[in-house]
């Protein structure tokens, strides 16, 4: 069985607050910790009534500190947003306090639009010294260096596993040319998947952090008693894709029975092919589909996202994905 993670952007669902989004967050890490997920990653957004992850290190702290044993990390950090040395140290703060646990996945787009980037105080060329960056980031993590002028402390010697993540070539490449595990982003931008994956194993060069390529795919899940009411639970994350498109961010909407009453024919299929990456519907559905994922693409892991508006919906959703993993290796 391959290892399954959780993608969670901590939700904030239609008539509900913040505050509920991150008791929620809270609430899934510790029952995917029992349902064998290796991984709980969050999402760095900002500017979007939808999501509450934007203080990424903060909640990752809060949910490392509720739970004994599943990792946490951001999935990812948008560095454009920030300085590599403040990164470093929140990071190896948490290294620091949670030991083992931490991850650090990285993306090279801000996660918001332009006016809130710029509200963010790094400039909009920030993007352009990515790979800069990211070896500055590493940098602070290794080991002390009596030579180095500055230092990430805490931060220094904690060797916090960096990921790259990425949802076209670019990230393919600096993840095979840095030696460092790759995440691709196939629950929201499907479209160059197989391809990112054949340039990555193929131009992968062993490095200190990994010898051999290590590619990690997301899949949207809806699983539910019914391949009827997997559907249904779909439909608030595709309203949310929707509105995001016509520029106006909202809320995860609640469930509706058909997603063609609500949305226009030509929003509802470039939609679809953006959440095309999805196993939805009942148990056995699910499994097939996330058998046929693994199957085709041979993923090294794969991390399991589901934007669903109900709370008990989405926790029985992600219950039923990992039997499915469970079953898979049975």
């Given at each position: 069985?391959?290892?399954y993670?959780?993608?969670d952007?901590?939700?904030?669902?239609?008539?509900?607050?913040?505050a509920d989004?991150?008791?929620?967050?809270?609430?899934?890490?510790?029952?995917?910790?029992?349902?064998g997920?290796?991984?709980?990653?969050?999402?760095?957004?900002?500017n979007?009534?939808?999501?509450?992850?934007?203080?990424?290190?903060?909640?990752?702290?809060?949910?490392?500190?509720?739970?004994?044993?599943?990792?946490v990390?951001a999935?990812?950090?948008?560095l454009?947003n920030?300085?590599?040395?403040?990164?470093?140290?929140?990071?190896?703060?948490?290294?620091?306090?949670?030991?083992?646990?931490?991850?650090?996945g990285?993306?090279?787009?801000?996660?918001?639009?332009?006016?809130?980037?710029?509200?963010?105080?790094?400039?909009?060329?920030a993007?352009?010294?990515f790979?800069?960056?990211v070896?500055?980031?590493?940098?602070y993590?290794?080991?002390?260096?009596?030579?180095?002028?500055?230092?990430?402390?805490?931060?220094?010697?904690?060797?916090?596993p960096?990921?790259?993540?990425?949802?076209?070539?670019?990230g393919?490449?600096?993840?095979?040319?840095?030696?460092?595990?790759y995440?691709?982003?196939?629950?929201f931008?499907?479209?160059?998947?197989?391809?990112?994956?054949?340039v990555?194993?193929r131009?992968?060069?062993?490095?200190?952090?990994?010898?051999?390529?290590?590619a990690m795919?997301?899949?949207?899940?809806?699983?539910?008693?019914?391949?009827?009411e997997?559907?249904?639970?779909?439909?608030?994350?595709?309203?949310?894709?929707?509105n995001l498109?016509?520029g106006?961010?909202?809320?995860?909407?609640?469930?509706?029975?058909?997603?063609?009453?609500?949305?226009?024919p030509?929003?509802?299929?470039?939609?679809d092919r953006?959440?095309?990456?999805?196993?939805?519907?009942?148990?056995?559905?699910v499994?097939?589909?996330?058998a046929?994922y693994?199957?085709?693409?041979?993923?090294?892991?794969?991390?399991?996202?589901?934007?669903?508006?109900?709370?008990?919906?989405?926790?029985?959703s992600?219950?039923?994905?990992?039997?499915?993993m469970?079953?898979?290796?049975?």
């Amino acid at each position: 069985m391959i290892p399954y993670s959780l993608l969670d952007l901590a939700p904030i669902p239609e008539g509900f607050t913040a505050a509920d989004a991150l008791r929620n967050t809270v609430d899934l890490a510790r029952h995917a910790e029992t349902w064998g997920y290796q991984r709980h990653w969050m999402a760095e957004h900002h500017n979007m009534p939808g999501i509450a992850s934007a203080a990424t290190a903060v909640l990752i702290g809060h949910v490392a500190g509720a739970t004994q044993s599943i990792r946490v990390g951001a999935g990812g950090i948008m560095l454009p947003n920030h300085a590599p040395l403040v990164v470093a140290e929140q990071f190896g703060t948490l290294a620091t306090l949670y030991p083992g646990r931490i991850d650090l996945g990285l993306g090279r787009a801000p996660g918001t639009d332009g006016a809130t980037a710029r509200a963010l105080r790094r400039g909009m060329q920030a993007g352009d010294t990515f790979p800069q960056d990211v070896q500055e980031l590493i940098g602070y993590f290794g080991d002390a260096d009596p030579k180095a002028h500055v230092r990430a402390i805490p931060g220094t010697g904690t060797h916090v596993p960096v990921w790259i993540l990425g949802s076209s070539l670019y990230g393919a490449q600096l993840a095979a040319h840095f030696g460092l595990p790759y995440a691709f982003a196939s629950h929201f931008s499907p479209a160059a998947l197989e391809q990112a994956f054949e340039v990555y194993r193929r131009s992968f060069r062993p490095s200190p952090h990994l010898d051999a390529p290590y590619a990690m795919m997301a899949i949207n899940a809806f699983a539910a008693d019914t391949d009827a009411e997997g559907v249904r639970l779909k439909t608030s994350i595709q309203q949310t894709f929707a509105n995001l498109r016509l520029g106006r961010p909202a809320a995860l909407a609640r469930p509706v029975n058909n997603i063609h009453d609500v949305l226009d024919p030509g929003i509802a299929a470039s939609v679809d092919r953006a959440l095309s990456i999805s196993a939805t519907g009942a148990p056995d559905t699910v499994r097939a589909a996330l058998a046929g994922y693994i199957e085709r693409l041979a993923p090294d892991e794969i991390i399991i996202t589901g934007q669903i508006h109900d709370h008990a919906a989405r926790l029985k959703s992600f219950r039923l994905v990992a039997e499915a993993m469970q079953s898979l290796a049975g």
